[in-house]
């Protein structure tokens, strides 16, 4: 039986010196002098401690038959950061307000080792520091008491290597029980604190003690395993190939996996479902439920009909045309009517088809009847479209659904539903499942519920592929469009689309001369296509099309890494396009004014989300705050917030998704070749309103418009669809 841990003896002293350590598995052996001067020798699992570091001990006295009395360590933390470089780094963290990078240097240059304990019992003293007045000192001391106890969890989680950044997050998560709480069990932050993720909680679970093969590591193990596969855009993962992947991953025994498989399953953390796939299907509980919920919603909603009527003396289709001054082709029609005869449909196809004239008619139709409508999209950009193209005030869901952060969530829910008659969601291939999931269960009984989008173009970027699930399960009304019309024919860029999609090599020009609205420049060498990409948008472009290379024109590359990836093309643009000015630095990363950047995570407290594009107003030095202006609404962010920002001056495909520009350059490179895919070229093209340049390898090209695979995700939504309507 293990000795209890209040049978451990406690000890706290100053490391004199390392004897020993063994590099592989951090054991070490330690030479230290409590605060009474006497030496004594500790053993265990410490890796990260030094000489001249202070720590607390937790063990037992054992007798080695060499080296004779010794304290064995079971856990150890450090008291407080000793090094002058450690005391530096934690003033400056921003933790406390009135010390920067500069004052936290003053002091630690006047005071040295002692620059903790003089803030903490002698405040007074910091008067002999060039710059710290009176009133600073009674911030400094006021902040540094009320910070105590957080001070107490980042001392501890600096000496496992987490960020004051992510400390000052684990602390707001967990209060004055952090230490407790991850001592206890650190792969937790895996799954509880955004950006921490299981590798570094393995890594503290190490320093911790925990062994490789304990079942609490596996079933975090397989959590986060199931949410990189969510990340993917799956919903699940077969069994046996969860299996094999985890057991590689965390170099464990099958029978370790199966063991934490079955405490998950008990737990309800996850579900396996038999019913779709031979193989079991393993997902992450709510993420089963997510789909369960929109299935039954959907089957719901396909068990009304005849809503309302489209052929009433008072409405023909001649007074809708009438007043859209347009004339209805048959299929635009047929969807007129359609929305008027079942309580849920999908409208879909793409460019130059007109979805959005048949918005457009609906609204004319049913807006004349006292009816009320709703028109929503994912993104603000593609609600801002919506609303410019039909006339008819459009929303984001989020906004739709009444998001509230001081609240905790969406208002708008089961309890609390919409109030319309007619809810129009454009941009339906945008939809993720959660997303989905919040907002069909808002949607009343009494609403018609139409889907628009384009399902050829990218699964959206969060987990799922809503819209073609719905279209694929054959149990829900479909509108597929698929008539070009004259005046969108004109366009290279509508052309081009439709061939791309249907697997045709572009058409380089429709007529012999005066400006095109397409091209496509050759080139194999990609040092040349980064070349050509930063003439075009800084001069070319500008020059010849009067186009702003800032606001107007947007870099849309295939992949993040790489000489062609949006992160490089992000600085070749900044240095081109914004290279001077008032910056702040973080990492590798220049955050300079002027600059195009775009929200990367949904943030429900400042209301930016995913793939908002602002340009950076101002930044001030002092507290190292950055105001991002999108569309004319400043927002402020921390140091620690721009994390959830990258350049914007080029961006990915999926990125661009919702979005309109007036003018795109596609870089197309063999280097981008595990991304050359159909979809991917036919959504970086249609986001193009006025322009679209290609640029690299006809070859790289070719094999984008042959590459009909996609990646296929995999959900349960189209079999969940099928089993309700049958049910």
Same mark, same amino acid.
């Given at each position: ?12 002293? @100053? ?49 080695? /038959?060499? !080296? ?7 856990? *150890?933390?450090?008291?407080?950061? $000793? ?6 780094? !934690? ?42 007045? $009176? ?44 230490? @407790? &709480? ?41 959590? *986060? ?13 077969? @069994? ?83 007043? =859209? ?22 409208? $879909? ?16 139709? !049913? ?5 009320? &409508? ?92 809503? =819209? ?41 020009? =429709? ?7 397409? *091209? ?12 050509? &990409? ?23 590359? /295939? ?169």
């Amino acid at each position: 039986m293990k000795n209890k841990k209040s049978d451990l003896n406690k000890l706290s002293g @100053k490391v004199d010196k390392v004897l020993y350590r063994n590099k592989e598995n951090g054991f070490s052996i330690l030479r230290l002098s409590d605060e009474k001067g006497v030496n004594f020798t500790a053993t265990g699992k410490m890796p990260d401690i030094y000489a001249a570091e202070n720590i607390n001990l937790k063990g037992r006295w054992i007798k080695n /038959p060499k !080296y004779g009395i010794q304290f064995s360590v079971v856990e *150890y933390e450090k008291t407080a950061p $000793t090094s002058l470089e450690g005391i530096e780094k !934690y003033l400056s963290s921003g933790l406390v307000p009135g010390i920067g990078p500069v004052m936290a240097k003053r002091i630690v240059e006047k005071f040295k080792e002692k620059s903790l304990d003089i803030i903490e019992n002698s405040p007074q003293m910091l008067k002999r520091v060039e710059g710290l007045g $009176t009133k600073r000192i009674s911030w400094i001391k006021n902040a540094w008491n009320e910070q105590r106890e957080i001070r107490e969890v980042m001392i501890f989680l600096q000496g496992y290597g987490v960020s004051s950044g992510y400390a000052v997050k684990i602390f707001k998560k967990y209060g004055s029980g952090a230490i @407790k &709480i991850i001592k206890q069990n650190p792969y937790r932050l895996a799954s509880d604190i955004q950006g921490i993720g299981f590798v570094r909680a393995d890594r503290i679970a190490k320093k911790l003690g925990f062994e490789k093969d304990s079942i609490v590591r596996a079933e975090s193990g397989i959590l *986060y395993f199931l949410q990189t596969c969510v990340q993917e855009g799956h919903l699940y993962f077969p @069994k046996s190939r969860l299996k094999k992947r985890v057991t590689q991953m965390l170099a464990v025994s099958g029978e370790i996996i199966q063991e934490a498989l079955e405490n998950l399953l008990d737990s309800e953390k996850i579900h396996i479902e038999d019913s779709i796939t031979h193989d079991g299907a393993v997902y992450e509980s709510k993420f089963y439920r997510y789909e369960k919920t929109i299935a039954l919603h959907l089957r719901k909603m396909l068990g009304e009909r005849e809503l309302f009527k489209l052929y009433e003396e008072k409405t023909p289709i001649e007074i809708i045309e009438e007043k =859209l001054s347009i004339k209805l082709a048959p299929q635009q029609i047929e969807a007129v009517k359609a929305a008027g005869e079942h309580k849920l449909m999908v409208i $879909t196809g793409g460019p130059g088809t007109g979805k959005t004239t048949i918005i457009s008619a609906i609204i004319a139709k !049913y807006f004349s009847e006292g009816k009320e &409508i709703q028109l929503a999209a994912p993104t603000g950009r593609a609600a801002k479209r919506m609303s410019e193209a039909t006339g008819h005030p459009a929303k984001t869901i989020h906004r739709l659904l009444e998001f509230s952060f001081e609240k905790g969530g969406f208002q708008r829910n089961a309890q609390n539903p919409l109030s319309c008659d007619i809810l129009v969601i454009d941009e339906a291939s945008m939809i993720d499942t959660i997303l989905m999931h919040d907002l069909i269960r808002a949607v009343p009984n009494e609403t018609t519920l139409i889907l628009v989008g384009d399902a050829d173009q990218l699964p959206p970027v969060g987990p799922g592929s809503v =819209l073609k699930d719905i279209i694929e399960s054959a149990r829900v009304p479909v509108i597929k469009l698929n008539e070009v019309f004259r005046q969108a024919s004109k366009s290279l860029i509508v052309v081009n689309a439709h061939r791309i999609n249907s697997g045709q090599m572009p058409l380089k020009e =429709l007529k012999p001369a005066g400006l095109l609205d397409f *091209y496509f420049i050759e080139s194999n060498d990609d040092e040349k296509i980064l070349e050509i &990409i930063l003439k075009l948008a800084a001069e070319r472009i500008p020059k010849r099309f009067k186009l702003d290379s800032m606001s107007d024109i947007q870099v849309i590359t /295939p992949m993040h890494k790489g000489l062609l990836g949006s992160e490089n093309l992000n600085r070749k643009l900044q240095e081109k396009l914004n290279n001077q000015g008032n910056e702040l630095v973080r990492g590798k990363r220049h955050f300079r004014c002027g600059d195009k950047v775009m929200q990367i995570k949904n943030n429900y407290e400042k209301e930016v989300f995913n793939g908002d594009i602002g340009f950076i107003e101002d930044i001030d030095q002092a507290s190292k705050e950055v105001l991002v202006s999108f569309d004319g609404r400043i927002v402020p962010y921390l140091e620690a917030d721009l994390e959830e920002l990258m350049g914007a001056y080029a961006i990915s495909v999926h990125k661009s998704q919702g979005s309109e520009y007036p003018a795109i350059i596609l870089p197309l490179a063999m280097q981008h070749y595990i991304m050359l895919q159909r979809n991917l070229v036919y959504t970086a093209l249609t986001r193009a309103k006025s322009l679209a340049v290609f640029v690299g390898s006809r070859k790289a090209l070719s094999i984008a418009v042959n590459n009909n695979r996609g990646g296929e995700r995999y959900t349960g939504l189209k079999e969940y669809i099928r089993a309700e309507a049958n049910s």
